[in-house]
């Protein structure tokens, strides 16, 4: 049994992963850029992070469900000294807890029920967010703003009264947020600070700031969803470069190369809800394998690896990350293709159309879905592993080499020819997404 998002085709079974290549049961092997949705920045089975858990379990820690940890602090402490405006963490296991919590820490805070999510946007499996991710516009109907689009779930069962506090608007629409806080008092906004599980759509000039100054003329807590950014755009992630202050951020994927742990972190007056001395108003955090040991070993050897010599890392998966989207651009070029690469950091995705999408319409109203997909089939028979669903993100890993980016680039331009071929002899279907 699989979980329903990796029941994709081709089906394959993964057995084994090093650094930046995955092998199948047939013995092939893969160059890897999903990164299993992204958290292996530093590439598969990293020998620094897995020593660390194998210290840690040879060392005789466990998990005690009792009080805090000596490495709980001190994964706490790496976390408050990058990220500036994170007073106080907690640990938890996945990201969906995460910003579950931060949502319900948001209501307990304003006493507000409503909160805001982005078309396009992807903030976890729970009710609140479960919803209006990959959206047909058919449900959607035209662009509006100011306004809002109507709560489409991503899952059945979420009680219709859930549904009638969630209000959807499109990513870069600053006007839609203000309309829909004039209409309903709301709780929170959660968004990723760039939509990366529609591929990657940057936040416009002012974006970030505008909301940053919208929470403050509403009241709403506002929550950057940096499970996909943190730690992949640097370890402040993608608000500490950017200069924005949320009052809550959460954190997951890269933060341990792989191992689960979330964390959620912010503005000390919010996070004090968690210890409020008025067991009315103190909001609950539980979880019987928060912060264990196993995971917070990996997620502070992932942080030293990420901040040793500088930041090390970082510059050499910029170089890599530069070189391939020159690269991508050069052979699309070659095709003559209205085609973007678009690249937040050491994460990609080509577009088939003329220019970097600004927010779901603009990305579904044009996208070739089709030639994507067919693309991501032929490289993955070709030995490259992008997962197979049209607009999904591409990851580099600092394990990668400019030789595997090599070898990607040539590969890339055989698949396109075949598809093209393909399509020039028989026209691939029309697909939306
Ligand atoms: C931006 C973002 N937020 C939250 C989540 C949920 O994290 P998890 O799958 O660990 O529950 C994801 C997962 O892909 C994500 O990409």
Redesign the pocket.
């Known amino acids: 049994m699989v979980s329903v998002n990796r029941a994709v085709e081709p089906s394959i079974v993964f057995v084994r992963a090093c650094g930046q290549y995955l092998w199948d049961a047939d013995g092939n092997r893969y160059i890897d850029y999903h990164a299993a ?2 958290p292996h920045l530093l590439g598969h089975n990293d020998p620094c992070v897995n020593e660390a858990v194998r210290r840690t379990l040879e060392s005789g820690a466990s998990l005690y469900g009792s009080g805090t940890t000596e490495l709980e602090g001190r994964l706490a402490e790496m976390i408050c000294e990058h990220i500036p405006f994170v007073d106080s963490v907690q640990f938890l296991n ?6 579950s919590q931060a949502i319900r820490l948001a209501r307990a805070v304003t006493g507000r029920d409503h909160i805001i999510v982005i078309q396009g ?5 729970h009710d609140d967010v479960a919803c209006n991710l990959m959206t047909p516009l058919e449900r959607l109907g035209p662009r509006v703003s100011p306004g809002e689009y109507p709560f489409v779930p991503i899952s059945a069962g979420i009680p219709e009264e859930r549904r009638k506090l969630v209000h959807v608007v499109n990513f870069n629409d600053l006007a839609s947020v203000d309309y829909v806080c004039e209409k309903y008092p709301i709780a929170a906004l959660i968004t ?1 600070p760039v939509l ?2 529609v591929g990657v759509i940057r936040p416009q000039a002012g974006y970030l700031e505008g909301l940053r100054e919208l929470a403050d003329k509403h009241g709403f807590v506002l929550i950057l ?1 940096e ?2 950014t943190g730690f992949r755009n640097g370890v402040g992630g993608y608000a500490t470069a950017a200069g924005v202050r949320p009052d809550i951020a ?1 954190y ?2 890269a933060i341990a190369n792989g191992y ?1 742990i ?1 964390a959620l972190g912010g503005r000390r007056e919010l996070m004090d809800y968690f210890v409020h001395p008025d067991p009315e108003r103190r909001v609950l955090l539980a979880g019987t394998y928060n912060a264990h040991p196993v995971p917070v070993a990996a997620a502070i050897a992932t942080i030293e690896r990420l901040t040793a010599d500088g930041g090390a890392v970082y510059r050499r998966l910029e170089a890599l990350s530069e070189q391939f989207e020159s690269g991508l651009r050069e052979a699309l070029e070659e095709f003559g293709l209205r085609a973007a690469v678009a690249r937040q950091a050491s994460a990609f995705c080509v577009y088939f159309m003329d220019h970097e999408p600004v927010d779901w319409h603009d990305l579904a109203g044009h996208h070739d879905y089709a030639l994507d997909e067919e693309l991501r089939r032929e490289l993955i028979q070709a030995g490259i592993y992008w997962f197979p669903v049209a607009t999904k993100q591409i990851s580099i890993s600092a394990a990668h080499t400019a030789g595997d980016l090599a070898e990607t680039l040539a590969a890339f331009r055989t698949c396109l020819e075949r598809c093209l071929e393909k399509r020039r002899a028989e026209p691939l279907p029309e697909k939306a997404p």
């Open positions: 949705f992204s996945t990201g969906s807890e995460a910003t946007g992807y903030n976890g499996w990723e990366q599980n969803d499970v996909k959460v997951g994927k689960p979330a």
